[in-house]
Every structure is written in structure tokens, then in C-alpha cells.
């Protein structure tokens, strides 16, 4: 009944996952629990197994990639834009 965005990325040897929200597997010690952050990717979709087999819910995850060429449109039309 809920969804999660965020980006997946690597550091180091250790897959991790950006998003912002609640931070409760984060890769660096910090005192603030909301925000935007890098977490454990692992940590993280161990959570929301946790999570569905509580509620008895389907889980379903699925990853996508940027499209190179829209990033490169997004990019030259707002270096166009006068300011």
C-alpha cells in the first residue's frame, strides 16, 4: 500500500540506497533520523520484506535505469534558459 523512489548506487564495495525519509540503515553515523541520506541497500530491502510479511502483503520491487538521452535534452534546456 506504499512505494519508495530513491537511487541506487555503490559505494565502495556496498550497494547502497539514496532517498530521503526516515533513515533507519544509514551509511554514515548521524544524529538526524529524517532527511535525505545513502543506506545500506541490503539493510533496506530486508526491511521491507520485514515489513510485507507483517501486513501479509506482496511485495514488489522494481529497478529502473536513466535514459542517457533524456538527461542529455533535460540538461541542454536548462542551459538555455536566460536568467
Not at 556496498?14 to 541520506?37: A, F, Q
Not at 515489513?51 to 533535460?74: C, F, H, W
Amino acid at each position: 500500500n506504499s512505494g519508495y523512489t530513491g537511487i541506487i548506487s555503490k559505494n565502495k564495495d556496498e550497494w547502497t540506497y539514496i532517498n530521503s525519509g526516515y533513515l533507519d540503515n544509514s551509511m554514515t553515523p548521524t544524529k538526524h533520523r529524517k532527511g535525505v541520506g545513502e543506506e545500506v541497500l541490503r539493510e533496506e530491502i530486508k526491511n521491507w520484506l520485514e515489513v510485507s510479511a507483517k501486513r501479509k502483503e506482496s511485495l514488489m520491487i522494481t529497478i529502473g535505469q536513466l535514459n542517457p538521452d533524456k538527461l542529455v535534452e533535460y540538461q541542454s534546456k536548462r542551459t538555455s534558459r536566460t536568467v
